[in-house]
C-alpha cells in the first residue's frame, strides 16, 4: 500500500523530467544540433538531418491530427 501511494506520489515529479517537445524554434534548433553533434555529422549529412529535424517530417507520432467538427456541440453548428 505505502509503495503505492509513495509511486503515485512521485509520479508528477517523474513526469516533469521526461523531455518534451521544444516549444520555441530556438529550443528545437539546440535539440536538433544536439541530435547532429552526438550522431558526430558532418556536411551534407549533418545538413539533410538538421533540415528534417527542424521541419518535424520524422516525428515517429505521425501527423498532427484534424480538429474534429462531427464533436462540436450543436449551437456552434452552423446549417
Known sequence: MTRTLIAISLLPILMLATPASAATK???METCTFGADDAKL???KRK???AKCMSNRDDKRGPAMKPNNEMAPAADKKS
Open 26 to 28: 530556438e529550443q528545437k
Open 42 to 44: 558532418e556536411g551534407a
Open 48 to 50: 539533410t538531418f538538421m
